[in-house]
């Protein structure tokens, strides 16, 4: 599949309110909706391979609205627009969610996380990205804007489907919030990131484990599990996280969650890995997850 430029249309807009009055234009005939461009950092991959599906295009990336890391006693809300980069510099962000700046920093070279957003990689909506499985386990919200108004989104709920989403049309992601923990909540935490790839480096993953943990002794009192690249779109195992709240984590509770894990999750064979292979190296993790909260170290 290839294209000639002749089959795009591209306009670049200054304002919030003017990307929202063109995205709420009805459908083109040929070329279908407006739909959003930010960082571009997957669409120019697609352009030169030829497998972007012709279309009309408004550039977000000028939009000082959509940009920023702002703290409030509840929470920690990121723009669309903040990039890889800038949530590995933001010191706070880092010490209170650690597990999104890991995640930043699987994401491809330095010169992708320069330009690639948040909200682009969520938009992307693919089941291998890095950053969805942190949000996930910190159980995080997006909010979308349109000319209707504002509404809030469970991250967890977001994704319906293979590249399926919970945007309606004419709307657009311009927040991510994450709520901050009590400062007295008991027990002791555990930020856990795990991204498994054909090397160590710059690759698309073939899974990926986060995971947010209290615990108090012998028993979890809190504990999100966010999985990438097991299933039809990035995956919170709420199954599992029932499961492993039941009683002390013991071998007994391990062994029933990986059980249930293994159940939970649906991996494919494709080009990067088998399914056999994935199930597998997730059940790895989850005990690798599961060790680390017995320890006596504190995370």
Same mark, same amino acid.
């Given at each position: 599949?290839?294209?000639?430029?002749?089959?795009?249309?591209?306009?670049?807009?200054? &304002?919030? @309110?003017?990307? *929202?009055?063109?995205? %709420? $234009?009805?459908?083109?005939? !040929? /070329?279908?909706?407006? #739909?959003?461009? =930010?960082?571009?950092?997957?669409?120019?991959?697609?352009?030169?391979?030829?497998?972007?599906?012709?279309?009309?295009?408004?550039?977000?990336?000028?939009?000082?609205?959509?940009?920023?890391?702002?703290?409030?006693?509840?929470?920690?809300?990121?723009?669309?627009?903040?990039?890889?980069?800038?949530?590995?510099?933001?010191?706070?962000?880092?010490?209170?969610?650690?597990?999104?700046?890991?995640?930043?920093?699987?994401?491809?070279?330095?010169?992708?996380?320069?330009?690639?957003?948040?909200?682009?990689?969520?938009?992307?909506?693919?089941?291998?990205?890095? &950053?969805? @499985?942190?949000? *996930?386990?910190?159980? %995080? $919200?997006?909010?979308?804007? !349109? /000319?209707?108004?504002? #509404?809030?989104? =469970?991250?967890?709920?977001?994704?319906?489907?293979?590249?399926?989403?919970?945007?309606?049309?004419?709307?657009?992601?311009?927040?991510?919030?994450?709520?901050?923990?009590?400062?007295?909540?008991?027990?002791?935490?555990?930020?856990?990131?795990?991204?498994?790839?054909?090397?160590?480096?710059?690759?698309?993953?073939?899974?990926?484990?986060?995971?947010?943990?209290?615990?108090?002794?012998?028993?979890?009192?809190?504990?999100?599990?966010?999985?990438?690249?097991?299933?039809?779109?990035?995956?919170?195992?709420?199954?599992?996280?029932?499961?492993?709240?039941?009683?002390?984590?013991?071998?007994?509770?391990?062994?029933?969650?990986?059980?249930?894990?293994?159940?939970?999750?649906?991996?494919?064979?494709?080009?990067?890995?088998?399914?056999?292979?994935?199930?597998?190296?997730?059940?790895?993790?989850?005990?690798?997850?599961?060790?680390?909260?017995?320890?006596?170290?504190?995370?």
């Amino acid at each position: 599949m290839s294209h000639n430029l002749s089959d795009f249309v591209a306009q670049s807009v200054q &304002t919030l @309110p003017e990307a *929202l009055r063109l995205l %709420a $234009e009805p459908a083109d005939p !040929s /070329l279908g909706p407006w #739909r959003p461009l =930010a960082g571009g950092t997957d669409l120019m991959v697609t352009l030169a391979a030829g497998t972007l599906p012709a279309g009309r295009y408004v550039d977000i990336w000028p939009l000082d609205e959509l940009r920023g890391i702002t703290v409030t006693d509840q929470a920690i809300e990121l723009g669309a627009l903040t990039t890889y980069t800038e949530i590995r510099q933001h010191a706070q962000l880092m010490t209170e969610f650690p597990l999104l700046g890991l995640a930043a920093k699987e994401t491809g070279a330095i010169a992708i996380q320069n330009r690639g957003t948040i909200g682009g990689n969520i938009a992307n909506a693919s089941p291998a990205a890095d &950053t969805p @499985p942190a949000l *996930l386990a910190y159980d %995080a $919200e997006l909010e979308l804007t !349109s /000319l209707s108004g504002v #509404r809030t989104v =469970a991250y967890s709920q977001f994704h319906s489907g293979y590249k399926q989403m919970d945007r309606r049309p004419g709307e657009l992601i311009t927040k991510v919030r994450l709520r901050r923990p009590p400062s007295d909540a008991p027990g002791r935490t555990v930020h856990y990131y795990r991204k498994v790839g054909t090397r160590a480096a710059q690759a698309i993953s073939k899974v990926c484990l986060a995971a947010f943990a209290r615990i108090d002794g012998a028993r979890l009192l809190n504990i999100r599990l966010g999985l990438g690249s097991v299933a039809p779109t990035p995956l919170r195992c709420t199954r599992t996280e029932s499961v492993l709240l039941s009683g002390p984590l013991d071998e007994a509770l391990i062994r029933r969650a990986e059980a249930t894990l293994a159940y939970e999750c649906s991996p494919i064979d494709d080009v990067r890995s088998t399914s056999a292979y994935r199930r597998r190296v997730t059940l790895n993790l989850l005990r690798e997850l599961l060790q680390q909260c017995r320890s006596d170290r504190r995370e």
